[in-house]
């Protein structure tokens, strides 16, 4: 059976603008947020899944979007590895930073950074620059 189907596919003429995914199966989503309150560089961020990982630099509020593609249904992570702190240090929150994949991606990422200086002296592990 699968012999006739696969004998039938490629005598009828297929052509690849005639199939739904052009570069194969898409089975992969992007990461993709917002970042609001930035006005300091050296943000870092970093996405994580499986044995997959990809650093990203933001410098300036807006969209942004991971290139590294999570394969649909895979587990993934987004953490902050340096803080902005420069021209002064800022403090940054993410909201919405891990989940499992799904089919339609993920765009609801949320980086809110402040002027909060870093707090080395109170211990308050997740703030400033502990993270």
């Known amino acids: 059976m699968n012999k006739l189907l696969l004998m039938t596919l490629f005598s009828s003429g297929v052509y690849a603008s005639d199939l ?9 989503g992007l990461v993709s947020g917002t970042t609001t ?3 300091a560089t050296g943000l ?5 899944s499986a044995s997959l ?6 410098n300036a509020n807006g969209n942004f979007v991971f290139s590294l593609q999570i394969p649909i249904g895979d ?5 902050i590895t340096t803080l902005p702190d420069n021209p002064e240090q800022q403090s940054c929150t993410i909201s ?15 980086v809110v950074c402040n002027n909060t200086i870093w ?3 109170e ?5 400033g620059g502990w993270q």
């Open 20 to 28: 739904i995914y052009l570069n194969g199966f898409e089975n992969t």
């Open 37 to 39: 309150g930035l006005n």
């Open 44 to 48: 870092q961020l970093e996405l994580t």
């Open 53 to 58: 990982s990809q650093n990203l630099s933001l």
């Open 75 to 79: 587990n993934w992570e987004v953490s």
């Open 96 to 110: 919405n930073q891990s989940g499992v994949m799904p089919a339609t991606g993920v765009d609801n990422l949320t």
């Open 119 to 121: 707090m080395w002296d």
């Open 123 to 127: 211990m308050n592990w997740d703030e």
